[in-house]
C-alpha cells in the first residue's frame, strides 16, 4: 500500500513537470523558434485621415505584438500634405522597423510617406515621385505652402542620409538633373531602377517572399492589418472629393424637405449624408461629440426659429451648425471650401425647385404665401375703367375737382389740374380707382 501511495505520488510530480514542458515542445510560437514576425498593411488610394487612423492603428498592433518589420505595401497617387505629414510624425516614432513597398506608385504625398520609412524597397517597373503641392483646385499652391512643403521633402531624405536633390527635384520643377535627364518645367519621377541608382530604394523586389529572404527572415510568419469596415467608410467620407459631395446632398436634402409635405426622401439623404460625414471623421479622429452636438443644437434652433420669430434664433443655429462641421472638418480650409460648394449647391437646387415645384413644405400650414390680386377675384376698391372715354357735363365748376354729368349719373369728378366751369363739356381721359379724371372738349374737338 505504501508503495502504491509513493508510486502515485511520484507520477502526479513528474506530470506537474513534464505537462509544461510538453506544452512548450508541442505548440512553439514561431517567434520563439527564431522565424520573427512581419506584419503587412496597405496604403492605398488617396492620402487622407483615415488613412493616417489606420497606420496608426497598425504601428501599434506592429508593436504590441513584438513584430520584426511593419512592409507598408504603397500604391498611391497622392493626398492631403497635413495627413502626410501626420502620418510621417507617426513613422518616425515607431519602435518597429518599417518598410516602405512600393507596389506600383508612390506619388506626391506617397513619396513624402515612403522616404520617412527605414527602408525603401521597390517592384519592378514602379515609380516613386511627382510630388508638387497643390490646392483643391488643381493649381500650384503659395510660396509658402511649396517652401514648407520643399523642407519637409529635404528633411524626410536626410533622416536616412539620402541626398536631398532628388526629394527636391520631385517637388520644385525648376530643378534640373541631367544625370535623370529632368529638365526646367519637369518633376523627378523615379522608376524603379533610378531608384536604387541614386539611393532612394535599397532593393528591387519581385514578390513578399523576395522581401522577407532580403530581411533574413525567410520563415518568418506573415500577418496582414486589414481596413476594418468602419476605417473603409472613415477614408471614403474624409476624401476631399467627398466630403463637399456629402455636405451638398445634406444641405440639399434638409432644404428640400421644407418644401414638401411630411417627412421623405429628401430629409432621409440629407440627414443620412450628415450622419455619415460626422461618423467618419469621428472614426478617422477628426471629430469629437462636441461637434456633433453643436450640429444638432444648431438645426433643433432653426426648426425653433419657425415657431419663435424675430431671428435670433436662426442666426445661432446657423453658426452651431457651421461651427459643428467645421470642427469635425480637420483642415479649416478644405472644410470651408467645401462649406462655399454645399452652399452654392443648395441655393442652385431650391431656386430650380421653387420654379418648376413651386412651395408644398410644412410651412404652408403656418405662413400664408397666397397674394391678393385682382387676377385671383380680390378687389380692394371698385374701379370705373368703363367710363374711360365717354363724355358729360359739369354740373358744378371743377376747381379742379366738383361734379359732372355723364349719361344720366352724377360723379365726382377731378381734372387734369386746371379749372373748368360748369356746363362745360367733358370726356373722362382716366380712372384711378374711385378717381375719375376728365379733360375739357374744346370747340376744335367737335
Given at each position: 500500500m505504501k508503495k502504491?501511495?509513493?508510486?502515485?505520488?511520484?507520477?502526479?510530480?513528474?506530470?506537474?513537470i513534464l505537462v509544461p514542458l510538453l506544452s512548450v515542445s508541442i505548440?512553439?510560437?514561431?517567434?520563439?523558434?527564431?522565424?520573427?514576425?512581419?506584419?503587412?498593411?496597405?496604403?492605398?488610394?488617396?492620402?487622407?485621415?483615415?488613412?493616417?487612423?489606420?497606420?496608426?492603428?497598425?504601428?501599434?498592433?506592429?508593436?504590441?505584438?513584438?513584430?520584426?518589420?511593419?512592409?507598408?505595401?504603397?500604391n498611391t497617387p497622392g493626398g492631403l500634405v497635413q495627413a502626410a505629414n501626420n502620418i510621417a510624425k507617426i513613422m518616425r516614432e515607431s519602435d518597429v522597423?518599417?518598410?516602405?513597398?512600393?507596389?506600383?506608385?508612390?506619388?506626391?504625398?506617397?513619396?513624402?510617406?515612403?522616404l520617412n520609412a527605414d527602408q525603401i524597397v521597390m517592384k519592378p517597373s514602379t515609380t516613386m515621385g511627382a510630388a508638387a503641392v497643390i490646392d483643391q483646385q488643381g493649381n500650384t499652391a503659395g510660396k509658402k505652402a511649396e517652401s514648407a512643403w520643399l523642407a519637409d521633402m529635404r528633411a524626410s531624405a536626410e533622416l536616412h542620409n539620402r541626398d536631398p536633390k532628388y526629394a527636391l527635384a520631385m517637388a520644385d520643377e525648376d530643378i534640373v538633373l541631367e544625370d535623370l535627364g529632368v529638365g526646367k518645367g519637369e518633376l523627378l519621377t523615379l522608376d524603379a531602377s533610378q531608384a536604387k541608382k541614386v539611393g532612394y530604394a535599397e532593393a528591387i523586389i519581385n514578390s513578399r517572399n523576395d522581401l522577407l529572404d532580403y530581411l533574413e527572415l525567410p520563415d518568418a510568419e506573415i500577418r496582414n492589418i486589414e481596413v476594418s469596415f468602419a476605417e473603409t467608410i472613415a477614408r471614403y467620407v474624409t476624401h476631399p472629393v467627398v466630403v463637399p459631395i456629402l455636405l451638398s446632398i445634406g444641405s440639399i436634402g434638409l432644404v428640400l424637405e421644407l418644401y414638401s409635405p411630411g417627412f421623405g426622401i429628401p430629409g432621409i439623404l440629407g440627414l443620412s449624408s450628415l450622419l455619415l460625414f460626422f461618423f467618419g471623421h469621428m472614426i478617422a479622429g477628426l471629430a469629437g461629440w462636441e461637434s456633433l452636438i453643436l450640429f444638432v443644437l444648431g438645426i433643433g434652433m432653426i426648426i425653433a426659429e419657425v415657431f419663435v420669430p424675430g431671428g435670433i434664433l436662426g442666426i445661432g443655429g446657423i453658426l452651431a451648425v457651421l461651427i459643428g462641421i467645421v470642427l469635425a472638418g480637420g483642415s479649416i480650409a478644405?472644410?470651408?471650401?467645401?462649406?462655399?460648394i454645399a452652399i452654392v449647391a443648395t441655393i442652385i437646387v431650391s431656386i430650380l425647385f421653387l420654379k418648376y415645384f413651386g412651395y408644398n413644405g410644412p410651412l404652408k400650414k403656418i405662413i400664408l404665401f397666397d397674394s391678393t390680386s385682382n387676377e385671383k377675384g380680390y378687389i380692394s376698391s371698385v374701379t370705373k375703367s368703363e367710363l374711360v372715354g365717354q363724355t358729360g357735363?359739369?354740373?358744378?365748376?371743377?376747381?379742379?375737382?366738383?361734379?359732372?354729368?355723364?349719361?344720366?349719373?352724377?360723379?365726382?369728378?377731378?381734372?387734369?389740374?386746371?379749372?373748368?366751369?360748369?356746363s362745360r363739356p367733358i370726356k373722362i381721359v382716366k380712372t384711378e380707382g374711385s378717381r375719375i379724371v376728365v379733360r375739357e372738349i374744346k370747340e376744335e374737338e367737335n
Open positions: 502504491l501511495k509513493k508510486s502515485i505520488k511520484i507520477t502526479f510530480y513528474l506530470l506537474l505548440s512553439p510560437s514561431k517567434a520563439a523558434e527564431g522565424k520573427g514576425v512581419v506584419y503587412f498593411a496597405p496604403v492605398e488610394d488617396a492620402v487622407e485621415r483615415g488613412l493616417e487612423k489606420f497606420l496608426e492603428r497598425s504601428i501599434e498592433t506592429a508593436e504590441d505584438n513584438g513584430a520584426d518589420y511593419l512592409v507598408l505595401e504603397i522597423p518599417i518598410i516602405a513597398y512600393v507596389t506600383k506608385h508612390a506619388l506626391s504625398a506617397g513619396a513624402y510617406i515612403a478644405n472644410i470651408l471650401f467645401s462649406i462655399l357735363t359739369t354740373l358744378t365748376p371743377l376747381r379742379p375737382s366738383g361734379t359732372a354729368i355723364i349719361g344720366e349719373e352724377r360723379y365726382d369728378v377731378v381734372t387734369e389740374g386746371n379749372y373748368i366751369g360748369s
